[in-house]
């Protein structure tokens, strides 16, 4: 079936660091891919989303890149800031707008 | 934007007493609501698919007598849990879409079965 794998956290960064979040799916079809960020308190917020290979979404300073090859969609942000610390899923939909399997989910914190 | 509610956002009740949890779109209508259950540290997983005014499509494995949707209105929609158990603690998640757009997720409701 298919199926999200994200890297497991807390991932501890100090502020302005390099961010990086790995995510590999498995999905029969093409699924269209996403990133959601959830903050403290919150619901699940769409980050940013990319709906075919080589297809980059990008939003607030974050960016992935639909890699169909390799099967990922991994999530870069150049410098992060405390704001930025959350809970972030990646998630695939083989059918847009329906049906998101969901990653575990990947703790952000970034401290100042 | 859109913004999706859920009330309660925690709610503890006694083994085999029925919780019932709303999920509202603020500000649209929504033709399709979903929920979702997510233990801890675990990923959110999709429970069932409600159209307004229709029947509500379960995920395999989830028990439709246990876990009843309600979908009345563009704006609502219920889940209640029947004769709760612990095993029904968790953290029950909605979201509400128009059309094919993106789904727009609700805060969450903590359930606790004592």
């Known amino acids: 079936g298919d199926s999200v794998t994200q890297m497991e956290g807390p991932v501890t960064l100090s502020e302005e660091a390099f961010l990086t979040i790995n995510c590999t799916y498995t999905a029969t079809g093409y699924p269209s891919l996403f990133w959601y960020v959830q903050y403290p308190g919150e619901g699940l917020q769409l980050l940013l989303k990319?709906?075919?290979?080589?297809d980059k979404g990008s939003n607030k300073g974050f960016e992935a890149t639909y890699r169909k090859e390799t099967t990922s969609f991994h999530l870069e942000k150049g410098s992060v800031q405390v704001s930025d610390s959350a809970v972030y899923f990646c998630a695939l939909s083989v059918e847009h707008g329906n049906k998101l399997v969901f990653g575990a989910g990947t703790i952000l914190r970034v401290k100042s | 934007g859109a913004v999706v509610s859920q009330h309660p956002s925690w709610v503890i009740c006694k083994s085999g007493t029925s919780v019932k949890i709303e999920c509202r779109s603020l500000?649209?209508?929504?033709?399709?609501m979903f929920w979702y259950r997510q233990f801890p540290k675990q990923s959110l997983m999709l429970m069932a698919t409600s159209n307004e005014g229709s029947k509500a499509t379960y995920e395999q494995g989830v028990e439709k007598d246990k876990f009843l949707i309600n979908h009345a209105s563009l704006t609502l929609s219920t889940l209640t849990v029947t004769s709760a158990h612990p095993e029904d603690s968790s953290f029950y998640i909605c979201?509400?879409?128009?059309?094919?757009?993106?789904?727009?997720f609700g805060p969450g409701t903590r359930l606790t079965v004592l």
């Open positions: 500000d649209f209508q929504a033709t399709t």
């Open positions: 979201s509400a879409r128009v059309g094919g757009a993106s789904q727009f």
């Open positions: 990319a709906t075919k290979a080589d």
